[in-house]
């Protein structure tokens, strides 16, 4: 197995072996479009049926959709309203195994309380849906990783969640899901294909795909955006799993056919654990959408919105209105009201709803209600749809797809393959408490670092003994060390200052000025192992402060046409190109 550590070294080696693949001896048996949770599920899928693989992405892993979630695992009460009950037990299905086997480290169980208006009909008939929601989930062979639901009293309620109103309900039924940091666990995805020999490169844009003679797809053109150099790759099979964009990198290959997708734009916002008394989250029904207020980390997370997208999806932000949106559906149910004050940061993410249909010319499988794998053309695989918790079917059914007769010789084992972190985690966290003397952690710290890395905070003891100065919190953002953002670089394969701030560490929205503070810190860290000189630290910070007071200045503005103009006025640290077909 190769090292699990992503690297710039590791990415100049990843797009050497792509710029190799115009050799026949070293052509890719596939090529993934796309760092989000689905593209580098795919890639994990592929390496290890042992095929030759790589995965690109035109910006930061799960910098789009992937990194701007609610943050949950779960099955989909919503879907047992419409009667789908197998897609709530697949989703049911992959939730445990995350918790259980996959990822136990980064999937953690969180109550949800579902606060009842009426005494009788209503808790019969949500009681009766959520005991169904509890069935579906141990219909799975294996250990149940989570507690039954059970019905609450409006005092035994209270007793969960003090700052509920008290007449915003007259009891509740508590039930169990999970929560995950969404660009975590896509990192420990890529993190974990490129241990089984996946070529991972980010920061890596596809400009057009490649046609043979017959008109199959056979590659493609990248970019590295980095140093602007152009590179062909070739292919036996090419899958398009980039979300949001899905049509945009259809039209590459000049077919008319493809997956239609619809952008729909949801906003969360962020408040201080402190503000709101509750140990327990809340799911709420809205005119619009179903509304969390959900317990992560250090803070609350309160959302969403499902309002259409049509505009540029590469930075969609949350607007005035939608900001007083949530802040009027949380408060119409909390006993203290939030103020815009209290929210602490705020970030939207664009959800890729696949189209009933699909373009002329398509062959396809619809394999799910929520995803659909299709092909517009030979040689190019699309999937469209889904949602994070079911990313490992979504790989399973593409790379099932891609490579057509193959799959029954070479079936997926996804199921099988623990995540980075996963393999010895009890004998970490065993070991921790001896850690925590040594460098004078307090549980809570050891608990934070065992929830990101989880066996490899063995990888982090070994930077703070190599260098004992790393073992200290930083200066500005106490609840994060050193050495973290010193592995963000040298583990997981950050490139640039804010792929720390925003992806690595969440610090773009958990500390009132995002990170700004932080950042100077932060660079003189990451900027030795990067090979920064002192004027290449300073546009570092110097873009991290324009982008942050850009997406300050667009949530001041009422809609999303006022938001992207005011937003778009600060450029990318590595410019996209221009998509061409």
Sequence with gaps: MASTRL??????????????????????????????????????????????????EAQDWAQGTSSRSSKLVHGGLRYL??????????????????????????????????????????????????????????LTPGRRPMPFHRHLSRNQMEAKFPDLAHDAAVGAVQYWDASV?????????????????????????????TQGATGAVNGAVVVDLETGKEITVRARAVINATGVWTEDTEALAGSEGGLRVLASKGVHLIVPRERIRGHA???????????????????????????????????????????????????AVLAHPLTREDVIGTYAGLRPLLQPGTKAGTSSAKVS?????ASPTPGLTVVAGGKLTTYRI????????????????????THQIPLTGAVGLRAVQR??????????????????????????????????????????????????????????????????????????????????????????????????????????????????QARIDAE??????????GAERTRLTTPDVAAMQPLRS
Excluded at 301 to 313: K, Y
Excluded at 552 to 561: I, S
Aim: net charge negative.
């Design 181 to 209: 940091d969404d660009a975590r666990l896509v990192a420990t995805l890529i993190r974990t294909a490129a241990s089984y020999g996946a070529h991972a490169a980010s920061r890596t844009q596809v400009v057009s795909l």
């Design 552 to 561: 300050r200045q667009a949530a001041q503005e009422p809609d999303d046409e």
């Design 431 to 544: 070991q921790a408490r001896t850690w925590g003397k040594r460098f004078g952690w307090s549980p809570p710290m050891l608990d934070h670092l065992l929830h990101r890395y989880g066996a490899n905070v063995a990888e982090i003891v070994e930077l703070c003994d190599a260098d004992p100065s790393l073992a200290k919190p930083l200066e500005h953002a106490s609840a994060y060390l050193r050495a973290e953002v010193h592995y963000a670089v040298s583990h997981e394969g950050a490139l640039h200052l804010e792929d720390v701030l925003g992806h690595r560490t969440r610090l773009v929205y958990e500390v009132p000025d995002s990170g700004t503070a932080a950042a100077e810190e932060i660079a003189a860290v990451v900027g030795p192992l990067l090979g920064w000189d002192a004027a290449d630290a300073e546009r570092e910070i110097h873009a991290w």
């Design 369 to 373: 209600r929520e995803h659909t794998v």
């Design 281 to 331: 989250g809340l799911i709420l029904q809205t005119e619009k959408s179903v509304l969390f207020v959900i317990p992560w980390s250090r803070y609350w997370i309160i959302g969403t919105t499902d309002t259409p997208w049509s505009l540029d999806p590469t930075h969609p932000v949350a607007t005035s209105t939608d900001i007083d949106y949530v802040l009027d559906h949380a408060n």
């Design 7 to 56: 690297t710039a070294e590791a990415r100049t080696q990843a797009l050497a072996a792509l710029e190799a693949s115009v050799s026949p001896s070293a052509e890719l048996d596939v090529l993934v479009i796309g760092g989000g949770v689905t593209g580098a599920g795919i890639a994990l899928d592929a390496v290890t049926r042992g095929l030759s693989t790589a995965v690109v």
């Design 81 to 138: 309203q419409m009667l789908d009950f197998e897609l709530v037990h697949e989703a049911l299905t992959e939730r445990d195994l995350l918790l259980r086997d996959l990822a136990p480290h980064l999937v953690r169980p969180v109550p949800f309380l579902y606060p009842l208006e009426h005494r009788v009909w209503e808790r019969a008939y949500v009681g009766a849906g959520i005991a169904m929601y509890d069935v579906l989930a141990t």
């Design 394 to 413: 979504m790989a399973k059914d593409s790379v099932d797809f891609a490579i057509g007769q193959r799959a029954a010789a070479l079936p997926s084992i």
